[in-house]
T-cell receptor, first 113, second 115 residues
């Protein structure tokens, strides 16, 4: 049982490049989410999904796209990278009621030059 | 709407002395509350959770937190700090809204433990 996995762990992009951050979970959780973590701001929700085929925007969705074709996978796409997207990205998978406990991946550290 | 306020961005204690990390929340519903810890360059690890059972919640590594509804607080404590406790701590409030679980993170408290 691997829990939540993320790839890559580190990435450097140039402004304007696109890329996809991968996230997968093997706990059969319906709810998955993407956060970005910036110093002094805690974690902010980018997008989330309540099940395969269903996604919605979080607090800071601009510049990011998601899709959820399977229960296991929830990739995050950066369409045209900007320096403001330099951050650490965490994918999370949420267990069932009533606890809503989130399981986090190890994170992807992204730098946009 | 819900929100979380961690009252201290930095806390510094000496090894062996008590730890208190403060968290206040607001929520329109009866929330679930969590504390997570993040060590440098690591992911987030769940310390403990409150889910409307006992108001005093015990977690891993000797940490505990008390849910006080009248004060809308969920402060994290530990009787005796250890060097390995140095990390960033996040208070999180969670509510179920329809089919969505809305989680809101505090901005974090950086704990430094002095020898």
């Amino acid at each position: 049982n691997a829990g939540v996995t993320q790839t890559p762990k580190f990435q450097v992009l140039k402004t304007g490049q696109s890329m996809t951050l991968q996230c997968a979970q093997d706990m059969n959780h319906e709810y998955m989410s993407w956060y970005r973590q910036d110093p002094g701001m805690g974690l902010r929700l980018i997008h989330y999904s309540v099940g395969a085929g269903i996604t919605d925007q979080g607090e800071v969705p601009n510049g990011y796209n998601v899709s959820r074709s399977t229960t296991e996978d929830f990739p995050l796409r950066l369409l045209s990278a900007a320096p403001s997207q330099t951050s650490v990205y965490f994918c999370a998978s949420t267990g069932g009621l009533p606890y809503n406990e989130q399981f986090f991946g190890p994170g992807t550290r992204l730098t946009v030059l | 709407a819900q929100s979380v306020t961690q009252l201290d961005s930095h806390v510094s204690v000496s090894e062996g002395t008590p730890v208190l990390l403060r968290c206040n929340y607001s929520s329109s519903y009866s929330p679930s509350l969590f504390w997570y810890v993040q060590h440098p360059n690591k992911g987030l690890q769940l310390l403990l959770k409150y889910t409307s059972a006992a108001t005093l919640v015990k977690g891993i590594n000797g940490f505990e937190a008390e849910f006080k509804k009248s004060e809308t607080s969920f402060h994290l404590t530990k009787p005796s700090a250890h060097m390995s406790d140095a990390a960033e701590y996040f208070c999180v409030v969670s509510n179920l809204l329809g089919s969505a679980r809305q989680l809101t993170f505090g901005s974090g408290t950086q704990l430094t433990v002095l020898p």
